[in-house]
């Protein structure tokens, strides 16, 4: 995978989330600086094998 995408939204409860299209991961952060530092982790995370990690972190704002 080169690319991976993310919808971020804003949160009702106040911030936003980021989900990614066509992957199992969710994350939120009270501001958008924070959101891409969490968006980055849990990329990380999901993807351990650094070959299969995604190169390219798209966000797509609905805001």
């Known amino acids: 995978m080169i ?3 993310f ?3 804003d949160d009702p409860d106040g ?3 980021a989900t990614a299209l066509g992957q199992s991961i969710f994350t939120q952060a009270d ?3 924070t ?3 969490m968006i980055r982790d849990a990329v990380r995370c999901h993807f351990p094998d650094q070959e299969k990690c995604p190169k390219i972190i798209q966000l797509q704002n609905i805001l």
């Open 15 to 17: 911030g936003y989330t």
């Open 7 to 9: 919808l971020v939204e």
């Open 35 to 37: 959101l891409r530092v």
């Open 3 to 5: 690319e991976i995408v």
């Open 31 to 33: 501001d958008i600086e």
